[in-house]
């Protein structure tokens, strides 16, 4: 059994740019949810997805954005990128009909912004 | 404001010996709490949690204890081996469908 998976693991972006991260869920999952963790810090939740609609979201910005599909897999993209976005992007999936506060984790996507 | 806290950075134990890592809070909201361990280019991995209705869980070599009233709570690994050497994550939460609240981490040595 897959379990979470993420996409690409390293990425260098420039300031300005745009960015699209991608994940599949654990099998049987219905919910994604995406943390950004930063050098020193701990996971920091950015938004959720269920049922394709974003349902909670962090104190991010709007130029963080995301997108959940019918089949539950899920992007966040982040746009006019700045060198403070530069951080792991993990990916956490688990089944909401459960409620299962368990989440499993991809093992993310590193993003360096020069 | 830092909802969930681990004060200490780093912990090195001897091999054998037993771990103690701990995690305070300060949302009495807080209903559900798990503990995450993080090896370098990976991801968090669950490694044990406990209901609010609790104040012990364990599980094998690892148990996490819950005080409410000081809103604390550690992770004991006995006996600590260099295996279990990772950064080792607090998590809060309300049960249910809410997000979690790390902790910083804590980056535990187990020396050989």
């Known amino acids: 059994d897959a379990g979470v998976t993420q996409s690409p693991t390293h990425l260098i972006k420039t300031r300005g740019q745009q960015v699209t991260l991608r994940c599949s869920p654990k099998?049987?999952?219905?919910?994604v949810s995406w943390y950004q963790q930063a050098l020193g810090q701990g996971p920091q939740f950015i938004f959720q997805y269920y049922e394709e609609e974003e349902r909670q979201r962090g104190n991010f910005p709007d130029r963080f954005s995301g997108h959940q599909f019918p089949n539950y897999s899920s992007e966040l993209n982040v746009n006019a990128l700045l060198l403070g976005d530069s951080a792991l992007y993990l990916c956490?999936?688990?089944?909401?009909?459960?409620?299962?506060?368990?989440?499993?984790f991809g093992q993310g996507t590193r993003l360096t912004v020069v | 404001d830092q909802q969930v806290k681990q004060n200490s950075p780093s912990l090195s134990v001897q091999e054998g010996r037993i771990s103690i890592l701990n995690c305070d809070y300060t949302?009495?909201?807080?209903?559900?709490f798990l503990w995450y361990k993080k090896y370098p280019a990976e991801g968090p991995t669950f490694l044990i949690s406990i209901s609010s209705i609790k104040d012990k869980n364990e599980d094998g070599r690892f148990t996490v204890f819950l005080n409410k009233s000081a809103k604390h709570l550690s992770l004991h690994i006995v006996p600590s081996q260099p295996g279990d050497s990772a950064v080792y994550f607090c998590?809060?939460?309300?049960?249910?469908?809410?997000?979690?609240?790390f902790g910083k981490g804590t980056r535990l040595s187990v020396i050989a």
């Open positions: 998590a809060a939460t309300r049960w249910g469908n809410t997000p979690l609240v």
């Open positions: 956490a999936s688990y089944d909401r009909v459960g409620l299962n506060t368990e989440a499993f």
């Open positions: 099998s049987g999952h219905d919910t």
């Open positions: 949302n009495s909201m807080f209903d559900y």
